[in-house]
């Protein structure tokens, strides 16, 4: 199973972007998948994330302002990130499940592929 993240960059605060995951060797939508971050120097955290079975779950800094989606046709799971922020500066991984329909966690460990992350820089 391979997972490959795109869509990262630099932008300006209050801006967006549009990252996705494209992943191979597994079918995403009979698995819960997510987003987490990692800033420098600080532990890699939960961004959002959505069931197998459609449900989308956000962490507190993000809600409102991001969006997670799946396409199941084209077997890709999207971040719409909008009025990003300096604190969203982090690079971004995608991660699946292992285990089918089982529900959705924000702890890392119950993911067990990943994705080589983007870098994603808020800056003027």
């Known amino acids: 199973v391979q997972l490959v993240e795109s869509g990262g960059g630099l932008v300006q605060p209050g801006g967006s972007l549009r990252l996705s995951c494209a992943a191979s060797?597994?079918?995403?939508?009979?698995?819960?998948s997510a987003w987490f971050r990692q800033a420098p120097g600080k532990g890699r955290e939960f961004v959002a994330g959505?069931?197998?079975?459609?449900?989308?779950y956000y962490s507190d800094s993000v809600r409102g302002r991001f969006t997670i989606s799946r396409d199941n046709a084209l077997n890709t799971v999207h971040l719409q990130m909008n009025n990003v922020i300096p604190e969203d500066t982090a690079v971004y991984y995608c991660?699946?499940?292992?285990?089918?329909?089982?529900?959705?966690?924000?702890?890392?460990?119950?993911?067990?592929?990943w994705g080589q992350g983007t870098q994603v820089t808020v800056s003027s």
């Open positions: 060797g597994r079918t995403f939508r009979h698995y819960a």
């Open positions: 959505i069931s197998w079975n459609g449900i989308q």
């Open positions: 991660a699946l499940d292992n285990e089918r329909t089982r529900q959705l966690t924000t702890y890392s460990s119950q993911y067990y592929f």
